[in-house]
């Protein structure tokens, strides 16, 4: 296994160990082999596949730790530990092989960022990267909710609270990435910008919940525990010992990711 694959096959060894977290786990798997997960809301403009994709698996062909690793995600955006914020780009990316094409576009990426591609991509750790300068306002979900008018409708909605984002500078991410690699990014450099195919939008996801400190100038690169044993990170980081944490507070979460749409303070791309 690669060191995302380990550290996604760790979060399922956990969630095996929770029988409420395993069945969370395969509810979701059947809603994301079922398309459900494409429809409507957020999922309508790439939410699912910037979590993760493969062209040559379809979901349903996916190992279960890699659902295991989409299940901790999606939970990890619900919980407000994780959020996201869409930037809009000059289209969708095209084959990798493109790079100059993809460039193209990643050019006329929305002006309060520079997205660069790597035009080798010789044995980087990502396609390229995204910065932006100045802080940037965002909204994050608590995991609560609240009822905007229970006298006449029983609809929830989501509650959020506002949070400052330092300049900085993160992986970027195209077309296709398992969600173990999104993960892994989350975890080590506390944020990833994912730009899957058929979406014409950057998301950005920041991790407010490990490995970061996004009030400082960078987000830190000496992030804890993500591969069991220890050992060097592709980046040459070096990796603690895998540290194994409570699943139960994340995978409670699935309903409130469902529902959470993004609402970046300053209408960012969109």
């Given at each position: 296994?690669?060191?995302?694959?380990?550290?996604?096959?760790?979060f399922?060894?956990?969630?095996?160990?929770?029988?409420?977290?395993?069945t969370?786990?395969?509810?979701?798997?059947?809603?994301?082999?079922?398309?459900?997960m494409?429809?409507?809301?957020?999922?309508?403009?790439g939410?699912?596949?910037?979590?993760?994709?493969?062209?040559?698996?379809?979901?349903?062909?996916?190992?279960?730790?890699?659902?295991?690793?989409?299940?901790?995600?999606?939970?990890?955006?619900?919980?407000?530990?994780?959020?996201?914020?869409?930037?809009?780009?000059?289209?969708?990316?095209?084959?990798d092989?493109?790079?100059?094409g993809?460039?193209?576009?990643?050019?006329?990426?929305?002006?309060?960022?520079?997205?660069?591609?790597?035009?080798?991509?010789?044995?980087?750790?990502?396609?390229g990267?995204?910065?932006?300068?100045?802080?940037l306002?965002?909204?994050?979900?608590?995991?609560?909710?609240?009822?905007?008018s229970?006298?006449?409708?029983a609809?929830?909605?989501?509650?959020?609270?506002?949070?400052?984002?330092?300049?900085?500078?993160?992986?970027?991410?195209?077309?296709?990435?398992?969600?173990?690699?999104?993960?892994?990014?989350?975890?080590?450099?506390?944020?990833?910008?994912?730009?899957?195919?058929?979406?014409?939008?950057?998301?950005?996801?920041?991790?407010?919940?490990?490995?970061?400190?996004?009030?400082?100038?960078?987000?830190?690169?000496?992030?804890?525990?993500?591969?069991?044993?220890?050992?060097?990170?592709?980046?040459?980081?070096?990796?603690?010992?895998?540290?194994?944490?409570?699943?139960?507070?994340?995978?409670?979460?699935?309903?409130?990711?469902?529902?959470?749409?993004?609402?970046?303070?300053?209408?960012?791309?969109?």
């Amino acid at each position: 296994m690669t060191v995302h694959e380990d550290l996604a096959q760790g979060f399922l060894e956990d969630f095996q160990k929770e029988p409420s977290a395993m069945t969370a786990l395969l509810e979701l798997r059947d809603r994301h082999i079922s398309g459900d997960m494409n429809e409507g809301d957020i999922y309508g403009t790439g939410y699912a596949d910037a979590l993760g994709s493969s062209a040559r698996f379809a979901p349903k062909q996916w190992p279960l730790h890699q659902h295991a690793a989409f299940l901790e995600l999606h939970a990890l955006v619900g919980s407000g530990a994780v959020t996201y914020t869409c930037i809009s780009t000059g289209g969708a990316p095209g084959a990798d092989a493109d790079r100059e094409g993809n460039a193209a576009k990643l050019a006329q990426t929305h002006p309060r960022f520079t997205a660069h591609l790597d035009m080798t991509q010789n044995g980087a750790d990502a396609d390229g990267t995204l910065r932006w300068e100045g802080r940037l306002e965002v909204s994050r979900p608590t995991g609560a909710f609240f009822y905007g008018s229970a006298c006449r409708n029983a609809s929830q909605s989501i509650l959020v609270k506002p949070a400052n984002v330092a300049a900085s500078s993160v992986p970027l991410e195209v077309g296709d990435s398992w969600p173990s690699r999104t993960l892994m990014h989350l975890i080590q450099y506390g944020a990833v910008a994912r730009w899957p195919y058929g979406s014409k939008l950057i998301w950005l996801f920041l991790n407010f919940n490990r490995g970061v400190d996004w009030w400082g100038d960078r987000p830190r690169r000496d992030a804890p525990a993500i591969r069991s044993g220890g050992g060097i990170a592709s980046s040459g980081y070096r990796v603690a010992p895998f540290v194994t944490q409570s699943v139960a507070p994340f995978w409670g979460y699935i309903r409130e990711a469902d529902k959470w749409t993004d609402a970046a303070s300053e209408d960012i791309g969109l």
